[in-house]
């Protein structure tokens, strides 16, 4: 099965997920990432080319309102998902639950083949934060 773990912050990966990421490769997962600037994340890097588990950055910015940000982020979500034949999406934080959503959906009403989709909210949000 073909897994992609989205997230919002490429910091909260190993700490986080890094039990689930170990569990879904031994079960002969191929594991994913799409997290901003994992690219500058060495230390994540090595870890997960350890694992033998695939990351790929995506511009996304947390607090950003800027709609042509977003589509952009939408459009890689959306392009990575296909192209990597994703069975499984698990996303987590705000905005890579929702960009993820809407592409799962699109995808379902094009495509016979339909990722199954698990979408986690965590912490109380940005908009919360005073």
Do not use: W
């Not at 996304?60 to 977003?70: E, G, V």
């Not at 998902?81 to 959906?105: A, E, H, M, T, W």
Request: hydrophobic content about 45%; charged content about 20%.
């Amino acid at each position: 099965m073909n897994i992609l773990i989205i997230s919002a912050d490429c910091r909260s990966i190993m700490p986080f997920r890094g039990k689930l990421i170990k569990e879904l490769i031994q079960k002969k997962n191929k594991v994913y990432v799409l997290a901003p600037s994992i690219n500058e994340d060495y230390e994540l890097r090595k870890t997960l080319k350890k694992l033998g588990v695939s990351f790929v950055n995506y511009p996304l910015n947390n607090t950003s309102l800027n709609i042509y940000h977003d589509l952009f982020s939408i459009l890689i979500i959306t392009y990575r998902i296909i192209c990597l034949n994703i069975d499984l999406v698990f996303s987590y934080n705000i905005k890579p639950v929702i960009y993820s959503g809407l592409v799962i959906r699109l995808i379902r009403l094009i495509r016979k083949k339909k990722p199954k989709f698990y979408p986690l909210i965590t912490g109380v949000g940005y908009v919360f934060i005073n």
